[in-house]
């Protein structure tokens, strides 16, 4: 599967922006998605993910309950991260990944697909 990032921008501290993933190729209920993201100079982080199937089952790093929520379409063959109250430290490039039948957790060598990343920067 091929995936699209789209949505960053420029949002200033408080602000909310929602980034999508569109994928390309067949069965897209079939993977799990995540979001990780990357700012200047550091290692890339997981965001969170969103199972395979029609459940959606959701799971998040710590820092990111409560403010991030990830979504999927499968008709549209979409993924989504709605990111809210935004800080300047949540500037950084976004990316999305995809894993045939993944599971919710897994490291950041072992997903199948990534997209080419979408910058969001957060004023302050």
């Known amino acids: 599967v091929q995936l699209q990032a789209s949505g960053g921008g420029l949002v200033q501290a408080g602000g909310s922006l929602r980034l999508s993933c569109a994928a390309s190729?067949?069965?897209?209920?079939?993977?799990?998605l995540a979001w990780y993201r990357q700012a200047p100079g550091k290692e890339r982080e997981f965001v969170g993910s969103?199972?395979?199937?029609?459940?959606?089952?959701?799971y998040y790093t710590d820092s990111m309950k409560g403010r991030f929520t990830i979504s999927r379409d499968n008709a549209k063959n979409t993924v989504y991260l709605q990111m809210n109250s935004l800080k300047p430290e949540d500037t950084a490039v976004y990316f999305c990944?995809?894993?045939?039948?993944?599971?919710?957790?897994?490291?950041?060598?072992?997903?199948?697909?990534w997209g080419q990343g979408t910058l969001v920067t957060v004023s302050s």
């Open positions: 990944a995809a894993k045939l039948y993944g599971g919710l957790v897994a490291g950041v060598g072992t997903w199948d697909s």
């Open positions: 190729g067949r069965a897209f209920s079939t993977y799990s």
């Open positions: 969103v199972s395979w199937g029609d459940t959606s089952r959701t």
